[in-house]
């Protein structure tokens, strides 16, 4: 970020009066430009006791397998967000059940919200974003080449769960430290 | 937002190839400016059987009450921010407890998400955003002049939850339908 969103002019970066964080700030105008957050709305989808997973077409970690997730858009809710990403990834119209985790992914500037789903309709397919789409018995999960941490934490949660019989919310913060990344359960 | 924050140049509004949403993109290096949701981290405390509100010295709402709650920062977890906003608002040292409500607030682009919690530290003081804090009992909560429906929602939940002994996840979409406002419960 190097100019004003609102005139164009160049930015600079200080701590504005009475806050306590570095601010991208306009030289002309004066206005402060803060960073936030964003959200990816995903959800685990369930049909005839397997999950839907869809193989990545896009970068980061294309061709590895994830849920349908992606980030949520202005006018939704996260459910809503979830369950466009399930038609737009895998083609699925999908009822969203409850709140399965959260996951803060810290260094990304990221909150991962996932829910529990089931098919609302019978039938899936291949969206532009996704390379394949495959129903997985929880034995054929393809581990070693799930696309991120919060996914990998999300599927395990939502498993263990599943053997409970029970529908907890769980939450894990991910960041960088010292090098590597740590994964804390919440 | 008018200009390119990575180049300064004039943006225009169109949908993208592959895209459905108009965004803003830059008319001189292309470049797609996406738009999000941000998330307002807040924790409701208790402490000897009652809760900590805070009068707000700010607008939206000045003046009226609300338990602590501002936007997530980047590098913080949704916890961390909720914390942080109890330090700020309020003085006090909390304990993050479990996840108390999510409140998708759709006009404003906005994501509420609160957690009970619980003073890490005896006493409390009144933060540079604050006019006021105070200890209610449930009796004395002041419903009419609570600043955000959020707030209601989540002290509501809070209080009818402890009243079972319970600790659940509650939901709730808010906006604009036909000239007002219309929360619906998830």
């Known amino acids: 970020m190097s100019f004003c969103p ?5 930015l600079t970066r200080k701590i504005p009066p009475g806050d306590h964080l570095l601010r991208y700030v306009c030289t002309a105008c004066g206005t402060i ?51 466009r990403e399930a038609m737009e990834e895998a083609l699925a ?35 532009v974003e996704s390379l394949e789409t495959r129903l997985y018995d929880e034995a054929e999960i393809p581990w070693q080449d799930i696309a991120f941490l919060s996914v990998r934490f999300a599927l395990q949660r939502y498993l263990e769960d599943r053997r409970l019989g029970v529908e907890r919310m769980h939450g894990q913060d991910i960041d960088w430290q ?3 990344l740590v994964t804390t359960e919440r």
């Open 178 to 180: 010292h090098g590597k």
């Open 93 to 127: 119209k999908v009822k969203i059940g409850s709140l399965l985790s959260i996951v803060n992914v810290l260094h990304a500037h990221q909150v991962h919200i996932t829910y529990r789903a089931t098919l609302a309709e019978p039938g899936y397919g291949v969206g």
């Open 33 to 83: 430009h803060y960073q936030n957050p964003r959200i990816i709305a995903g959800c685990v989808i369930e049909t005839e006791g397997k999950l839907l997973l869809c193989k990545r077409a896009i970068e980061p970690r294309l061709g590895y397998w994830t849920h349908p997730a992606g980030f949520m858009e202005n006018g939704e809710s996260v459910a809503q967000g979830a369950a």
């Open 6 to 10: 609102n005139c164009g002019q160049p």
